[in-house]
């Protein structure tokens, strides 16, 4: 489905767990198959869970791979900058194909920035405060 997220992937990734997921959009973005996570099809789902469980030395393998992928590119006090420059960027009603982009996955992704830009169009007046009249008599 494409209305899933790698959060699971992340969660279980920062406490060294490699994660079996179906081989399909979200996961197939950001795990490299056999490599930082485990991706098959849903008819070979069971196999696989079965496979991780027999194999010790693999488990733990992919859980420190995935642990460093986590901890390289979704670390926040390594990635900040990216989302300060978006914050400032939406504040300010910048065009967002200007900024950086921030792309932690080895594949082209399907949520790139600047489509994220034109999906949330001009929004510097929900993120500004408002002002407000004051009642005080």
Same mark, same amino acid.
């Given at each position: 489905?494409k209305?899933?997220s790698? *959060?699971?992937?992340?969660?279980f %990734? &920062?406490?060294?767990v490699?994660s079996v997921?179906?081989d399909?959009i979200?996961?197939? @973005? !950001?795990c490299?198959?056999?490599?930082d %996570?485990?991706?098959?099809? #849903?008819?070979d $789902? ?7 469980? @027999? =194999?010790?030395?693999?488990? /733990?393998d *992919?859980g &420190? &791979?995935?642990?460093?992928v986590?901890? @390289?590119k ?5 990635? *900040? /900058? !990216?989302? =300060?420059?978006? !914050?400032v960027a939406?504040? #300010?009603?910048?065009?967002l194909?200007?900024?950086?982009? $921030?792309?932690?996955?080895?594949? @082209?992704s399907?949520?790139? +920035?600047p /489509?994220? %830009?034109k999906? +949330?169009?001009? *929004?510097r007046?929900i993120?500004l405060?408002?002002?407000?009249e004051s $009642? &005080?008599?």
């Open positions: 489905s209305c899933k790698n *959060i699971k992937w992340l969660e %990734g &920062a406490m060294k490699p997921m179906t399909s979200p996961y197939n @973005e !950001y490299k198959k056999n490599v %996570g485990f991706l098959t099809p #849903n008819s $789902f069971l196999n696989t869970v079965c496979a991780l469980v @027999e =194999h010790e030395q693999q488990r /733990k *992919i &420190a &791979a995935v642990y460093k986590v901890t @390289e979704y670390d926040l006090n390594r990635n *900040i /900058k !990216y989302w =300060h420059d978006l !914050y939406l504040l #300010n009603n910048k065009d194909s200007t900024l950086e982009e $921030f792309n932690p996955c080895e594949n @082209e399907t949520t790139q +920035l /489509k994220l %830009g999906l +949330l169009g001009s *929004i007046a993120l405060p408002t002002k407000q $009642f &005080a008599g």
